[in-house]
């Protein structure tokens, strides 16, 4: 079975554990957001891109759900020494030697999805992770009256000051890195996962080609809603989602994404159990517990939407 | 007093805290080599100038004499865990930071003379630094039948293949950092401190223009022995010597100098008392004990330097 899963960060990663135990032998590739990306200190970081590649590798912070574990900041606490910013991403060291060889090869003239798959050589997450794009996409949000990195607006201002919206910088002329597009049109099932729908899965669907490939996939496409109980499982979606204008519940998201027959995304949705009784237009939509606290757990989650996937088939 | 000094890395560096000790209020301008210095996974690394830095601003590692107190090499362990090469040279964390800086200002267009004004911003080592030049001058070794880098052939192999010679790559085309040449022309006294005479010392005057500056200069021109008893104080600089067909002397060395009056640079060479007699032709010959054991020690190694100028002045 080929499976393509359009992913975040945290949620994604763990949703993907979860999925590569319900199902060990699927094919499964990753599309992994970009638009989180970022320079600091001249090193190329990709938060979402390392997430899923530490969670299934093996060397992420479990507690913390990014970064690695075991981590120290030496390299952090002397740029700060040195009065070099931001100071607002907090680089560990372990994870510094990863952005180096990034920048490295990236510099040498790599594409990032070369460089990713050199990366995934030693982490075999067991999955290929794919970049959306090799061009240079970054989320911009837009504040009162000027913009930010998507970063700093999350980390450094806790999404607190109220976004108005976010542009995605690059992505008018971006294009889908190499296999992506075959990946969603090749697939036997397409799933989203309960990833930040603006700024993870929306910063995807924004680089030309992917929406489309989406909407226009044989395979079925299901979506599992990260938000439970009219709140995220996990961060800020919710800023992104009003600022967007989408109400932050399950049945918000689901009208976001839209169903295949009225000319958005989804052939099925899945949501908490804690929203029995959602209704998307043209959608079915079933409910499951969809708290990923375990790898057991999520793999149910995963079972769930694959089993959505066979019946909308 | 204006005093200015040609620097390689670890005994230049302790000579320059004794000097600033003997005379703490003169105005001291140190030319730091630059022919050792390497690019290694995208970082410029500058060991002689961090040597000279980190020494007199009281971040050293007292015990080794290179590299920072209470290093940790967390990156550098990652580095290996992905098989990123080389290994043979260990980058401790917080030096990286001090690269990273370093590699980020020359990325966006500043001289390596202005970032190390800035690196110093931070260590205020009480002496003004100046790389020999702002272009990039690389010793590589000459071995049967290949060249390396010289930190490949001094971390990696130790010298102990034996070099049939160094050539001062880029050093042809290389210009002298700003003032370089103003500092030793309008000094009061030049020193040349007991650093490697091949390729420490050697690469500086490679740079064009600063050999000429300083056979010119007004100032009187006061050597030290980094050859006591025949052999190096610390280092392998055996090795650079024999390559070249320089005894590993103090009379070797001092007459591969050689006196300002007979075309050489000097004007005066410092010997340890184990090496008293020592005779080199044209050159007042002084012998005093030349450990830099400790601070005060060479202190009084610098005074008696500047008392030798003085007296051949």
New interface residues.
Partial sequence: MRITVLAGGIGAARFLRGLRAAVPDADVTVIGNTGDDITL???RICPDLDTVMYTLGGGIHEGQGWGREGE?F???E??A????GPDWMHLG??D???H??R??ML?AGYPLSAVTAA?CE?WKPGVELVPMSDDRVETHVVLEGRAVHFQEWWLAMRAAEPAQGFVSIGADTARPAPGVLDAIAGADVVLLPPSNPVVSIGAILAVPGIRDAVARTPAPVVGLSPIVGGAPVRGMADACLTAIGVETSAAGVGRHYGARAEGGLLDGWLVDTADAGTEVPGLPVLDVPLLMTSVQLTAAMATAALDLAARVR
Same sequence: chains 1, 2.
């Fill in positions: 200190h001249g090193l120290t030496a390299v952090q002397e740029l020494a040195y009065g070099a060291d372990r510094i030697a990863t180096l060889i920048t490295r510099d990366l030693r």
